[in-house]
């Protein structure tokens, strides 16, 4: 799950309405996104079959790239080039990084739930209080008296 379905869904749906321009609007041709990234076109396809870029595709089969692409690309290349980190390692790490994400979406989403079912919550108890019948039972604050009550049953006869 790496929001490409999303992004398939609204690049078929802005053929027919207006399109907005994103980091992840599939726009860059196979030779564009290679000068961009400064990679051989034959390189973006062996990371493309790999599945480490993976750039959206025209009906026509053709590979449309994002700005975000090209800077995973540029990513791939530094992980490759300035660490040494075999593509199996970088894959694995994008695969983690795309989990983190995920997570931390998840995690926001829960929050806010939580974070709204307190509200709720409190509101729900602020409307119970308020529905008290004072009048029937006399009210005291016990914080403000010191004294004592001691309960003692009855002997059972």
Same mark, same amino acid.
């Given at each position: 799950?790496? /929001?490409?379905? %999303? #992004?398939?869904?609204?690049? &078929?749906? %802005?053929?027919?309405?207006?399109? !907005?321009?994103?980091? =992840? ?6 030779? $564009?996104? *290679? ?24 009906? /026509?089969? %053709?590979? #449309?790239?994002?700005?975000? @692409?090209? =800077?995973?690309?540029? !990513? ?5 080039? @300035?660490?040494?980190?075999?593509? *199996? ?7 983690? !990084? ?7 979406? #998840? $995690?926001? !989403?829960?929050? &806010? *739930?939580? =974070? %709204? ?7 729900? =108890? &602020?409307? $119970?209080? &308020?529905?008290?019948? #004072?009048?029937? $039972?006399?009210?005291? @604050? ?16």
């Amino acid at each position: 799950m790496d /929001g490409r379905d %999303g #992004r398939r869904r609204a690049f &078929a749906a %802005g053929r027919s309405a207006a399109y !907005e321009l994103t980091d =992840e609007s599939p726009v860059y041709v196979i030779s $564009v996104a *290679a000068q961009l990234s400064g990679l051989h076109p034959q390189t973006l396809r062996q990371y493309d079959r790999l599945g480490l870029v993976s750039p959206d595709r025209t009906p /026509g089969r %053709g590979r #449309r790239y994002s700005a975000r @692409d090209i =800077e995973q690309l540029r !990513e791939v290349q530094r992980l490759s080039q @300035d660490e040494g980190i075999n593509l *199996a390692g970088i894959k694995r790490i994008i695969e983690l !990084e795309n989990q983190v994400a995920a997570l931390q979406q #998840r $995690v926001a !989403e829960l929050s &806010a *739930a939580v =974070e %709204g079912a307190a509200a709720a919550m409190q509101q729900r =108890e &602020a409307q $119970v209080h &308020a529905s008290y019948r #004072r009048d029937l $039972v006399p009210y005291e @604050d016990v914080r403000s008296s010191s004294a004592l009550v001691v309960w003692r049953p009855k002997p059972r006869e």
